[in-house]
């Protein structure tokens, strides 16, 4: 990238440039930087550090400052790049003007008449160190920092040892040094690039270069794709949270392209828009600010088809094949999913598939299968549109349209499923912030149709252990902001079956207002995510745990499982109490007290009295029992 650049610049020196141009660099005279500042026929003014050369430039005592940004062997200079950061963050104005690529052949020099078998020890700066890391550990010398290459000459030239320093050769001349060893770079053909940076004037402006400000670095993904720039971490500090150095992007592009929130974009390349510089917002306010905000919160929202009923306390569980293979099979796994409490029946007949000779779905053929398993086991069914042109079509059939992560923000598709008449169930795009993810539902309420569920399926971060991450904060985060569903998909986003009810479990604790899962009854023959489907009898078990509402369509055999589960529940809960209740008597004894306490007992009866209303008999029982199992456990003599 930087190489593309550098080969764009024009090669000639300025024709305005004043005859004696200063250029400030780090370090002493016959440091790189000295090349790169004399490179354009400035006149090089050296410094002790980095800060002193952005202190002269911001105090127009040079005209011009060339800093290292990236090295061939070892890439970002951080120790340029940091103190370049935090001087622009803090409000110095800088434009840069070209780039300059020195070559950068590090010379290992020492007194004349050191043999370099004595050479114990080299000095130089720490970037120079780092480029030659693997040399000086093969030759057994121990690396030591101090601040300039140039510098370490001269230090070992008033030096008695034998150690030795990593410069060019034109320092180590000048220092009355022996070269040793030419180039101990770890590559050959070394380099490192310089940009000249001068105060404010965009119309020098030629490199663009700009810092993201971010706190977080998962805001950042994928922009260095997305607009072709490079992308440095730096490590930032408290005052200036995590940054990084971005090359060869273009300031709006990036500023269009990073999340609305939390990246904030300051320019040097280009005139940044004067936005680009305030700020980032504090706290929740959703992003999409100049819309009606059809989203924005109010009382929940309940999504209603038939049987199936989400959001405002009603909680709703989709269920079925990733795709719609066959007649024969969207009718098996649905009566499964029915029998289980399912409330609604999914099934993809337009596949958005990563590979384009992966199975693609069975189109519209396959919808009249699932709208037959449908109607058969009496459930709503939910399917995915791609196109625009399959809106309608699809949308006489299905009663939920689903819109896919990946086309969250395809906003011709968004406007189309909003004016089909039916509900909508938006995923979140993998790579969409939760204010994306509101804009998107904001197009299809815009458009007509008021019966959105937002669905959380996981987003890409750097982990690979799941085919996402599941981003249950940020469903959490945008609970306040709006009175959609929340669905969540953790089939999607764990691509792993052992995973699915463990993401499942977490986000009904969470909150989320509904389900929904892949199901297929023989998943090693699943034409799509077939890692990810949960067999009929593990959902089964999902949808136990999560206690959904005995279904009227339920089997006996279902129901008696059912019962099982919940008997095996209660005799545990039942252990669980008196193993509490011996621990509260042994306590009691210990300090003395009564072990029986009429109070508590009533108390106790009172909890049972509220729970089972109507019922004060059982309750009463029940607690007899209780007590009595209790008291001897205890050995109470009464
Ligand atoms: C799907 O539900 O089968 C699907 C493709 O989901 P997503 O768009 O979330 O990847
Ligand atoms: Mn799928």
Redesign the pocket.
């Known amino acids: 990238m930087l190489r593309e650049i550098a080969d764009r610049q024009p090669e000639e020196t300025d024709a305005d440039a004043p005859a004696d141009l200063k250029v400030g660099y780090q370090g002493e005279p016959g440091a790189f930087g000295e090349v790169a500042a004399a490179a354009h026929g400035g006149v090089p003014v050296p410094f002790a550090s980095f800060e002193k050369v952005l202190e002269a430039l911001g105090q127009g005592a040079i005209d011009e400052a060339v800093f290292p940004l990236e090295n061939a062997v070892v890439g970002g200079i951080t120790e340029a790049l940091e103190p370049l950061a935090a001087a622009v963050l803090r409000g110095l104005d800088l434009v840069a003007t070209r780039l300059t690529s020195v070559p950068v052949r590090l010379a290992l020099s020492a007194k004349q008449g050191t043999p370099l078998a004595d050479v114990r020890r080299a000095w130089s700066h720490p970037a120079a160190l780092r480029q030659c890391t693997q040399r000086l550990a093969g030759m057994g010398i121990e690396p030591v920092v101090c601040y300039d290459t140039a510098g370490a000459a001269k230090i070992i030239a008033a030096d008695a040892s034998t150690d030795a320093a990593i410069c060019s050769r034109h320092a180590a001349e000048k220092s009355g040094l022996d070269v040793l060893i030419e180039d101990v770079s770890d590559r050959d053909q070394n380099n490192t690039r310089f940009v000249h940076l001068r105060q404010a004037d965009h119309a020098r402006a030629r490199v663009p270069l700009a810092f993201l400000r971010t706190s977080s670095m998962t805001a950042t993904n994928r922009l260095d794709v997305l607009t072709g720039a490079t992308l440095l971490p730096l490590a930032g500090t408290p005052e200036h949270p995590v940054r990084m150095w971005v090359l060869g992007a273009d300031a709006a592009r990036l500023q269009a392209l990073a999340p609305a929130r939390d990246v904030q974009v300051v320019s040097l390349g280009q005139p940044a828009p004067h936005a680009s510089r305030l700020p980032p917002k504090e706290g929740t306010a959703p992003a999409v600010k100049s819309l009606p905000h059809a989203t924005a919160r109010r009382a929940a929202t309940v999504v209603e088809v038939g049987p199936f009923k989400v959001g405002g306390g009603h909680r709703a569980m989709i269920a079925g094949p990733?795709s719609v293979e066959s007649p024969e099979q969207v009718m098996r796994i649905a009566k499964e999913v029915a029998a289980c409490g399912a409330t609604a029946l999914r099934g993809?007949v337009f596949k958005p598939r990563t590979n384009p000779y992966a199975f693609q779905g069975y189109g519209y053929e396959a919808l009249e299968w699932l709208a037959a398993a449908g109607r058969e086991v009496k459930l709503p069914i939910v399917t995915e549109v791609m196109a625009v042109d399959q809106v309608q079509q699809v949308a006489q059939k299905a009663d939920v349209l689903q819109i896919g992560a990946r086309n969250m923000q395809n906003f011709d598709l968004l406007r189309a499923v909003g004016r089909a008449g039916r509900p909508v169930l938006l995923k979140r795009g993998a790579g969409a912030t939760t204010d994306e993810w509101l804009g998107a539902a904001e197009y299809v309420m815009a458009s007509g149709e008021a019966r959105v569920m937002l669905c959380e399926r996981g987003i890409r971060t750097f982990e690979t252990s799941t085919r996402n991450t599941l981003d249950l904060g940020g469903m959490l985060a945008v609970r306040p902001l709006t009175h959609l569903p929340l669905v969540v998909d953790p089939?999607?986003a764990a691509g792993r079956a052992d995973l699915v009810e463990g993401l499942a479990r977490a986000a009904w604790s969470a909150g989320a207002d509904g389900l929904i899962v892949?199901v297929h009854d023989d998943p090693a023959r699943a034409l799509?995510?077939n890692e990810?489907a949960l067999v009929p009898a593990r959902f089964a078990e999902l949808a136990r745990a999560l206690a959904l509402d005995p279904n009227a369509h339920l089997p006996l055999a279902q129901l008696r499982a059912w019962v099982d589960a919940i008997d095996h529940d209660l005799a545990e809960l039942v252990k669980r109490r008196l193993d509490v209740a011996r621990v509260i008597g042994d306590s009691k004894r210990q300090t003395g007290r009564a072990v029986l306490d009429p109070k508590r007992e009533a108390a106790v009866r009172r909890t049972y009295y509220e729970a089972l209303p109507g019922s004060k008999q059982l309750a009463d029982k029940l607690v007899d029992l209780l007590i009595e199992a209790a008291r001897a456990q205890q050995s109470i003599e009464e």
Do not use: A, T, V
Request: glycine fraction near 12%; proline fraction near 0%; charge should be negative.
């Open positions: 990733c993809g089939s999607h892949e799509s995510d990810q």
